[in-house]
């Protein structure tokens, strides 16, 4: 079992920063892709950023490379996700999430979630 809690979801205006951490506690294995994934309303829920525990290799969805930067701190078992120049089109739940098996941009993929956290960038 893994447990996640994500936080540093908020309001904020267009061109602003963000900080999104997740906690992850329990069986982490170091070979696990740990991922970001965010669900606006009436919409499905869609692959922001991945990142391994060891090693750091990184995988970004098109719409967000350049602005966010995914990362991680394997002695906190943190992983964090940098959100730059926001747009209000970034509006949505973020949720942290632990790859089990299969395409690392799909969220059948992944096994363990948190509960998310909003995040809301105005125009």
């Known amino acids: 079992q893994v447990q996640l809690v994500e936080s540093g979801g908020g309001l904020v205006q267009a061109g602003a920063s963000l900080r999104l951490s997740c906690a992850a506690s329990g069986r982490t294995a170091s070979n696990y892709y740990m991922g970001w994934f965010r669900q606006a309303p009436g919409k499905e829920r869609e692959f922001v950023a991945a990142i391994i525990w060891r090693g750091g290799s990184t995988v970004y969805a098109d719409s967000v490379k350049g602005r966010f930067t995914i990362s991680r701190d394997n002695a906190k078992n943190t992983v964090d996700l940098q959100m730059n120049s926001l747009k209000p089109e970034d509006t949505a739940v973020y949720y942290c999430?632990?790859?089990?098996?299969?395409?690392?941009?799909?969220?059948?993929?992944?096994?363990?979630w948190g509960q998310g956290t909003q995040v809301t960038v105005s125009s």
């Open positions: 999430a632990a790859h089990h098996s299969g395409s690392l941009y799909s969220p059948l993929a992944y096994r363990y």
